[in-house]
């Protein structure tokens, strides 16, 4: 497996309570370089972009509304098969499902609240990551 690059957020939740470094923490003790990383708001209009993949849901503005709260961290990882890995150490969607040592299991609320994001596929990862970064902010 080649290095690969994945797209992951810190979200409002986790921020607010204090859990970045140790999420931090978690990224770099399994593998993962981080290349890229800010600390920022998520404005309305971006998130409905961002989660427009889910803009039938019933839960879409429910996530928009969470995702705008207050601030995130928004990175780029990279390791081999970091897209993969990363949706590994993140755990299930819905943080009742989440494996033990995963960062949902840990922290999450519930399946809205549930501390992080990740990209779920090559093609993701590639619209996802220049959303938030330009090339020269990746390192
Ligand atoms: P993922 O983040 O594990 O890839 P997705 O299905 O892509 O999960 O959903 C995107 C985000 O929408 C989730 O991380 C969560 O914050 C929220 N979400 C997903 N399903 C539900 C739900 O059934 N109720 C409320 N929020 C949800
Ligand atoms: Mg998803």
């Keep these: 497996m080649a290095l690969e690059r994945t797209f992951a957020i810190i979200k409002p939740d986790a921020v607010a ?4 470094g140790d999420i931090l923490s978690m990224i770099e003790h399994n593998g993962f370089r981080i290349i890229g990383m800010k600390m920022r708001r998520i404005a309305k209009p971006e998130a409905e972009a961002f989660y427009a993949v889910h803009k039938e849901r019933p839960f879409f503005k429910g996530l928009v509304n969470f995702m705008t709260e207050g601030p995130v961290v928004v990175m780029v990882l990279e390791r081999e098969d970091a897209i993969a890995k990363w949706r590994e150490l993140m755990g299930a969607t819905n943080p009742a499902n989440a494996a033990e040592g995963t960062i949902r299991k840990r922290f999450a609320e ?19 990551i220049p959303f938030f970064f330009g090339t020269a902010e990746l390192l």
């Design 17 to 20: 309570k204090g859990h970045t």
């Design 110 to 128: 519930n399946i809205e609240r549930n501390s992080v994001h990740g990209s779920d596929a090559p093609e993701t990862a590639a619209q996802e």
